[in-house]
């Protein structure tokens, strides 16, 4: 009798390219091209001009229903086609929505004639024909150590997710420099997407999208960042008759927040942040010299 493996349910053979293996359709240079003729998908001047954007490090302060999660899944799609053995991992503050982004990113596979199919490792994981890999992660910092050489990391919804896994997974590209995009509706005023979008040594941001930083408003020990702000008033989709609804439904500070890019407080701050701020003077000499209070 012959013995055969038996393998897990819902787990595809590991890939290996053959020369029977059909190659993946390499994109151009232009990912909106790209988009529009391979995934007949036609993005609008915003979401082109984002998806054009040249510098590799990215953060994305936006209404809901701009469509982050249809940009991001076609950034991922070009970037990962267009380099053989390139390792992209998308961070979602939850499970279910790391599983919602990789059914995205499967429905544009399947326009592209190529059939989705795991890595056999990762459960929410596409392997494309190139041997490149697309790796949806949930919000827990210890479950996504281990990955390396990284080339673009994605932190959907990014105001959601924890700092911890925020800084457990960005390593993941210290070797091959990955590429960083930082998406997110705002949420508190906390946390690594706030601080992000708040540094000082960051370009104050114009609606819509505005230019990219100069060497002197680079972040230390990053490379270039892009910044770009995309409210309700930006997308003619969204329109007022709903706002209103939505705000005598919701309130003012929830439309605020979900549909204009204003961090809101949250329930345990005593004090809003901005007025924490304004209270601050950087120009005010210590009293102490700036000597430590105490001592180790």
């Known amino acids: 009798m012959i013995a055969t493996q ?5 787990l595809s053979r590991p890939f290996t390219p053959t020369a029977q293996t059909p190659s ?30 040249p510098e590799p490090n990215l953060i994305l302060c936006c209404t809901r229903q701009f469509g982050k999660s249809t940009i991001t899944a076609i950034k ?20 279910r929505q790391s599983a919602e982004w990789i059914l995205k990113t499967r429905a544009f596979l399947r326009t592209l004639g190529i059939r989705p199919r795991t890595d056999s490792v990762s459960r929410f ?30 932190f959907e919804e990014a105001a959601f997710i924890r700092d911890d896994l925020f800084q457990s997974l960005s390593p993941s590209g210290a070797r091959s420099n990955a590429a960083i995009w930082l998406i997110s509706t705002p949420q508190s005023q906390t946390g690594f997407f706030y601080e992000a979008w708040h540094r000082s040594d960051a ?12 060497d002197s408003e680079r972040v230390p020990n990053a490379p270039l960042l892009r910044r770009f702000q ?41 004090f809003d942040r901005d007025l924490l701020d304004a209270a601050l003077n950087p120009d005010f000499a210590p009293f102490n010299g700036g000597r430590p209070l105490w001592r180790d």
């Open 24 to 53: 993946a359709p390499v994109p151009g240079g232009d990912p909106v091209l790209w988009a529009t003729e391979k995934l007949h998908f036609t993005p609008d001047p915003l979401q082109a001009e984002i998806l054009s954007a």
């Open 230 to 270: 995309v409210t309700a008033a930006d997308c003619p989709s969204i329109s007022k008759d709903f706002l209103d609804r939505f705000r005598l439904n919701h309130g003012d500070a929830a439309t605020r927040r979900e549909f204009f890019c204003e961090f809101a407080a949250s329930n345990e701050q005593v």
């Open 125 to 154: 994981s596409l392997l494309l024909p190139n041997a490149s890999r697309i790796i949806g992660l949930p919000g827990v910092a210890p479950t996504t150590r281990g990955f390396s050489s990284a080339s673009l990391i994605i």
């Open 203 to 214: 370009p104050n941001p114009e609606s819509p999208g505005h230019r990219a930083a100069s």
């Open 76 to 95: 991922a799609l070009h970037h990962a086609l267009s380099r053989p053995n390139a390792c992209v991992l998308v961070a979602a503050p939850t499970e």
């Open 6 to 10: 038996r393998r897990k349910p819902g």
